[in-house]
């Protein structure tokens, strides 16, 4: 149910086609008072008011986040990074299940947010994106998107040259070399890449560089193409199709590839599961 740089991308680009141009008629908030307390809804419920009578200008995807910007200098981001179901709705009676938030259009249609996880559901203007934790996070265009066109096999091997540090802080979290990357799509590439979890960024040789660099793009790829996640449902609820090669869905499973039983270690702070064999 998480909606990762794939997914995102997904969402970004199914809104584009439902809601451009259309005009905020309301919004309503509800089961807020959790989320708030924790940072994942603004402060102030009063700020979505800010949407209504905007129309929607864009509607972008970089890293985990989504941010839908109208032409009233307003901007919603949403980013379920950990769960959530973002759905369309052609008509506004449509919208019966919960949400968290739900946008009412001009035209009748309605698009509706829920959280299940971790996530944020923020209503910013543009003056004060910068206060957004993930807008400087993923719209950061100084930290290379694995889906950028500059994102080649000779920029990764600079960006893991010389960095000693573990690949998943590399490639993971706050201080990653890249934006988008989460835990679940760190398992699947390494298993790909056939990596160790442990194994530190300036000792990979320059073939598992490439390796590593080809399972990022692979994964990412292969998740847009098949809709996603298979957990995962897009605008319209489609299921996505695609399964991940290595993460908790193959905990007391065998490797694909060799059959080990595949093991489970503790790593910044969540678990990892991996080929014992397959991964060096
Ligand atoms: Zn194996």
Do not use: W
Not at 185 to 193: G, K, L, S, T, V
């Amino acid at each position: 149910m998480s909606v990762e740089l794939p997914e995102a991308k997904i969402l970004a680009k199914q809104m584009s086609k439902e809601l451009l141009g259309k005009r905020v008629k309301s919004t309503h908030v509800q089961h807020y008072e959790k989320l708030q307390k924790i940072g994942m809804l603004n402060k102030d419920i009063k700020a979505f008011d800010q949407l209504v009578d905007g129309v929607v200008e864009s509607t972008t995807s970089r890293g985990n986040g989504i941010r839908l910007k109208l032409n009233n200098g307003v901007n919603l981001i949403l980013a379920p990074e950990y769960g959530g179901r973002i759905f369309f709705h052609k008509s506004k009676k449509d919208a019966t299940g919960k949400f968290h938030l739900k946008v009412d259009f001009a035209d009748d249609s309605a698009l509706t947010v829920r959280l299940t996880s971790m996530g944020l559901i923020h209503t910013i203007r543009d003056d004060a994106l910068e206060r957004s934790y993930i807008f400087r996070r993923d719209f950061n265009p100084d930290v290379l998107s694995p889906i950028d066109p500059e994102f080649t096999s000779e920029r990764f091997a600079e960006l893991l040259s010389g960095n000693k540090r573990m690949l998943k802080s590399v490639l993971v979290g706050k201080d990653a070399v890249v934006v988008g990357l989460s835990n679940s799509a760190f398992q699947d590439i390494i298993y790909r890449a056939r990596l160790h979890p442990k194994r530190k960024a300036a000792e990979l040789t320059k073939e598992e560089t490439q390796a590593l660099y080809d399972a990022v793009t692979y994964v990412l790829l292969e998740r847009i193409r098949l809709g996603g996640k298979d957990q995962f449902l897009d605008l319209y609820g489609n299921r996505g199709s695609y399964t991940p090669a290595m993460g908790p869905n193959m905990k007391q499973s065998t490797c694909m590839t060799c059959k080990t039983p595949i093991e489970k270690l503790s790593l910044g702070g969540g678990h990892i599961y991996f080929c014992p064999k397959c991964q060096k």
